[in-house]
Structures are given as structure tokens and as C-alpha cells.
């Protein structure tokens, strides 16, 4: 199973862009990689999938280089309601959540 | 649309009592279920998933149990809960495919007293 690793907490002020880096260095060649965001009482939410390169939606850009061995969620202008802990899940793990970043951002 | 329904939202059970947290999916099919479990300030730890009706794959030993009925609906029980069973359960599902994103419920925030 791959396992990943991401910062455990990271701030930020409003109107920046925040890029939070995940290390995945066991994906395998079928494994996609998953980023959820998680407001305090209530469940993760799914914010954006990708498998190679860039990957893009309304809320946020994923970026995977070419060795896939990591990838970066990158949140672009926060505000405060972006406060929240963002997990990175890969391939089979798509079951197992870890403690994930915590990301504060500031006035 | 696909809709997730779980509940109650808050529950306050003493030690030693029974427990049924009940979750049901909307607007699709043959969906995987997932039960977890999240300590304040921690990850989520999977308790249980379903990939069919009948069908319960248990992640963690421990005094909790599983089962689903129906096609869309997913129950967590216990017949006597301990103080560490305290914590917020989510149910999710996920189309029965790999690398499919999981789409969580509201949860059940539980206190053991």
C-alpha cells in the first residue's frame, strides 16, 4: 500500500495561494491520488482527483510530476473559510485517511 | 442526485449499553459503504466497509459489528459500549470502482458517560 506523507499543519493569510505538498514515493503504475477537505463536525469532503501532470476544477489545481512519487494541492486566493485539514489518499488507500494538514488561514 | 443520510447527529450513551447508528445511501446502486471512526484531533480510522449486501470487511477488532441489510443501507451496532468507543462516525460510500472518491455523511458525534 502506498503510504503518504503531508505536513501536519501550515498557515496561511487570506488572498494567498497555498500549495500543500503530499510524498508518495510506493504509488503504484494504477494508483490515482485523492484530495479531501475536512471542516471541524463533518466528513470529508472529495475536492479533486488526478493521475499525472495537472488536473484543475473550480476549486483547486493538482499537480503531479512525472515520477508521480508526489503531488501538490494548490488552493489558489484562500480565505478564512478555506481553515480546515486537507488529506491525501492514494490508490488503495483510499480507505486510510492519516492525520493530515491542517491548514489556518489568517486575517 | 446521490444523497447520504446518516443518524443521529449527537448521541449520549452511558457505559455498557447498546448502539445502532444507521446510514443510507440515495440515488444510486450497488455503492461501497465505509464506517469510520475520528478521535478529536486525529485522522479517520475505517472500522468497516461493504462492498454488497451481506458482504462486511472489519479493519479493527474490537466490540463493534457491522451489517447491511439492503442494498443502500449500512448499520454500525454494539451491545455494550465502552468509554473508548467515544468519537465521531462517519459513514461514506464510493461507486463500486477502483480509485473512486469517497463521499461522506454528516456523522454521529457519540460521548460514553
Known amino acids: 500500500l502506498a503510504k503518504t506523507t503531508q505536513p501536519i499543519s501550515m498557515d496561511s493569510y487570506e488572498g494567498q495561494e497555498v500549495n500543500i505538498t503530499c510524498s508518495h514515493n510506493n504509488i503504484a503504475t494504477n494508483d490515482y491520488i485523492t484530495w479531501y477537505q475536512q471542516f471541524p463536525s463533518q466528513g470529508p469532503r472529495f475536492i479533486i482527483q488526478g493521475y499525472k501532470t495537472k488536473v484543475t476544477n473550480e476549486v483547486a489545481s493538482l499537480f503531479i510530476p512525472a515520477d508521480r512519487k508526489s503531488s501538490t494541492l494548490s488552493l489558489p486566493r484562500v480565505s478564512l473559510s478555506d481553515t480546515a485539514v486537507y488529506y491525501c489518499l492514494v490508490g488503495d488507500d483510499d480507505m486510510r485517511f492519516g492525520a493530515g494538514t491542517r491548514l489556518t488561514v489568517k486575517p | 442526485s446521490q444523497t447520504i443520510h446518516q443518524w443521529p447527529a449527537t448521541l449520549v450513551q452511558p457505559v455498557g449499553s447498546p448502539l445502532s447508528l444507521e446510514c443510507t445511501v440515495e440515488g444510486t446502486s450497488n455503492p461501497n459503504l465505509y464506517w469510520y471512526r475520528q478521535a478529536a484531533g486525529r485522522g479517520l480510522q475505517l472500522l468497516f466497509y461493504?462492498?454488497?449486501?451481506?458482504?462486511i470487511s472489519s479493519e479493527v477488532p474490537q466490540n463493534l459489528s457491522a451489517s447491511r441489510p439492503q442494498d443502500r443501507q449500512f448499520i454500525l451496532s454494539s451491545k455494550k459500549l465502552l468509554l473508548s468507543d467515544s468519537g465521531f462516525y462517519l459513514c461514506a460510500w464510493s461507486l463500486g470502482r477502483v480509485s473512486q472518491p469517497q463521499h461522506f455523511g454528516d456523522g454521529t458525534r457519540l460521548s460514553i458517560l
Open positions: 461493504s462492498v454488497g449486501i451481506g458482504q
